[in-house]
């Protein structure tokens, strides 16, 4: 045993040491979120109720109510709330934005954020109405209380937007005297599906998070974190290339990380989407060394707080979210003629989800709006519509059923079109209207080999979801060679092997169809949206061979996209509004509500993919057997 001396003199130099070690450390809090998409409810609205466990997730309400409890817990620290971008767009919600409202900010402004980065669906309505909305929620005077950040955001001076005066970057001075320098950047993939940002443009990120560090540290920041809506990848190259960043906090991919990666001493969270978890990292400074250490193993504190129905709801923020869900029903039920009264009316009856299984393959979610797109403009217009497409990137996510006692198989409005309401037609109102034109059979040859090639390039969110045809695809043919050094792929234009039209009545099923020859001139009625037709001429630019032009009835060339927008009683027809009449147009169950087709219930063999050899192991093994040819020949020469 030891003695009662020596177990004092441990105590004391433990103390000592215990005493040493504090004065050494600083510690802080930092809580994120990203990707937040105007969820200023729970998701699946069918399962939420106020006063009941459910099994609905997020909502600005229980954040707030979060917020403040890890506030309450850590008096003793400093507590900070990050954004990463991405708070508009997606949910109805968003549709509040060109309507005059500022929904979003304002309720974090209350909240509390203390900085938030402008991510790429911040431009959904464009730069003159997003300079509206800012100014609405107090800009640029705000910018003390809560910095708007976009450090390689090149905005021109004469258009309203600068007025706001998005700041760099900001330091804050902790109450322990910790000077945190942040900056936001926007990734180039994020940048590259902002086309309604013009004029606005980005600057590269990394040369732009050189300076801003160089910066931050020169004005005497400790610690410098960048608030980034770039994805993972750039996220790792960031953190790889650029010395001297700390803690990146990003977003952008809908991603979640299991716990923070560290990448050349740089810490790296993502926490998610929809404000389905919140992030938290508890932090340790040492000021001696500069050094961080994560203490959420250390204290047994989680890395994400699930938002579910045990977090109670900040009082105040739900009745914020209540003014707002009354204003977005009025709008809704004006732009309807009073056919949905309510966001949260349910639409639909449903036994099963649709949900996407894999990235690029056909999906039921896809397959349902298209199919609305088709049918419920060609009654509109009463005339037949041949095809319909719908790019992933617009389609927003899965179409869930309530799980609830009281919400089982329920479908409610807000819940169904979430999933592909985004953007603002021509006449400024919300959602993206859709556009009708006629295309040759050779042009619909050509849209089928974009769509192959597209999603090999740039990913899962140029992949194309069809209604009205089938056709099968092998993507071993899309290239003859592809360098992914140089990044520069050699089309062979010759992935699509078949390609069949629709020529029954209704919901397409699995037979009735005809083949589309290649070289065909007959004339095929299409739809799609106008965010997706404002694509079409760029194909032509960039790969001449599958150039597609829209046409009208007649055959002639659109000399303007804007001409194929469909009208319905003088106002734009909307993707949200097909797919609403689409839903109330099913048959009803015994309660009176429309039931989902069990046709959704699984894909169709729309889109199929063939896999054979790929044509670039043969032009490789050309390459190879030439170059081998050469030597032999340079060997027998030099003899």
């Not at 997020?58 to 917020?67: D, E, K, Q, Y």
């Not at 400790?222 to 608030?227: H, R």
């Not at 900040?314 to 809704?332: C, F, K, N, R, V």
């Not at 009073?338 to 349910?346: D, S, T």
Request: proline share 6%; hydrophobic share 40%.
């Amino acid at each position: 045993m030891l003695s009662f001396q020596f177990r004092a003199i441990l105590i004391l130099t433990l103390a000592i040491t215990s005493l040493h070690g504090n004065a050494q450390e600083k510690r802080f809090t930092l809580l994120h979120t990203s990707d937040e998409h105007s969820n200023l409810l729970p998701l699946p609205l069918a399962d939420y109720h106020p006063e009941k466990s459910d099994n609905s997730l997020g909502g600005f309400a229980r954040l707030s109510s979060l917020v403040n409890q890890v506030r309450e817990g850590k008096k003793d620290e400093p507590v900070l709330l990050f954004s990463s971008g991405d708070f508009l767009g997606g949910s109805p919600f968003a549709w509040l934005t060109p309507l005059g409202y500022s929904p979003e900010l304002e309720i974090m402004k209350k909240i509390g954020y203390n900085a938030i980065a402008i991510g790429n669906h911040e431009f959904d309505y464009g730069p003159d109405v997003l300079a509206k909305y800012f100014k609405r929620a107090g800009y640029p005077d705000h910018h003390e209380h809560l910095p708007l950040l976009g450090a390689n955001l090149n905005i021109p001076p004469e258009i309203k937007l600068n007025e706001i005066q998005i700041h760099d970057n900001f330091l804050f001075t902790l109450d322990n005297d910790i000077v945190l320098g942040v900056f936001a950047l926007m990734g180039e993939s994020a940048f590259s599906v902002a086309p309604s940002a013009k004029p606005v443009t980005i600057a590269p990120p990394l040369d732009v998070a050189k300076k801003q560090v160089a910066l931050l540290r020169e004005a005497g920041a400790d610690i410098v974190i960048a608030l980034t809506h770039s994805g993972m990848d750039e996220d790792y190259r960031l953190a790889s290339d650029v010395e001297g960043i700390d803690i990146i906090l990003g977003g952008h991919y809908h991603y979640r990380t299991p716990e923070p990666e560290i990448v050349n001493n740089t810490i790296i969270m993502h926490s998610g989407y929809y404000l389905q978890h919140l992030g938290k990292l508890e932090i340790a400074y040492d000021i001696s060394t500069g050094d961080l250490q994560i203490l959420n193993a250390v204290n047994n504190s989680p890395y994400f707080f699930r938002l579910d129905s045990s977090v109670e709801e900040d009082p105040e923020i739900a009745a914020m979210t209540d003014i707002y869900g009354q204003q977005l029903s009025d709008y809704i039920s004006s732009y309807t003629s009073g056919q949905i009264e309510n966001v949260g009316e349910v639409v639909m009856y449903s036994d099963f989800p649709m949900v996407k299984e894999s990235a690029m393959a056909e999906t039921t979610t896809g397959n349902f709006i298209t199919d609305a797109m088709r049918l419920m403009t060609a009654g509109l217009m009463d005339v037949q519509v041949d095809i319909a497409f719908q790019a992933n990137g617009i389609i927003r996510g899965d179409i869930f059923p309530g799980t609830t006692k009281w919400s089982k198989g329920k479908i409610t409005f807000f819940d169904m079109v979430s999933v592909s309401g985004l953007g603002m037609g021509l006449d400024r109102s919300p959602g993206y209207p859709i556009v009708s034109f006629y295309l040759t059979g050779n042009d619909v040859y050509n849209l089928l080999e974009t769509a192959s090639l597209l999603p090999l390039i740039m990913g899962d969110t140029f992949f194309l979801q069809f209604s009205g045809l089938k056709f099968n695809y092998d993507p071993g043919k899309a290239f003859w060679l592809y360098i992914p050094v140089l990044d520069i792929p050699i089309p062979a234009y010759q992935s699509v092997t078949n390609a069949e039209i629709y020529t029954g009545k209704g919901v397409q099923d699995l037979e009735n169809f005809e083949k589309i020859k290649k070289c065909d001139e007959k004339l095929y009625h299409l739809v799609t949206d106008y965010y997706l037709a404002s694509y079409l001429p760029l194909v032509s630019e960039i790969l001449p061979r599958l150039e597609i032009i829209p046409r009208n009835n007649k055959g002639i060339p659109f000399d303007n996209i804007d001409k194929t927008i469909v009208k319905n009683n003088g106002r734009e027809f909307k993707v949200w509004q097909a797919m609403t009449r689409y839903a109330l147009s099913f048959e009803n169950n015994k309660d009176g509500i429309p039931v989902l087709p069990t046709i959704y219930n699984q894909t169709q063999n729309r889109i199929v993919k063939d896999q054979a050899i790929p044509l670039y192991v043969w032009s490789y093994s050309i390459v190879v057997l030439l170059i081998i040819g050469l030597i032999i020949l340079i060997t027998r020469w030099m003899k």
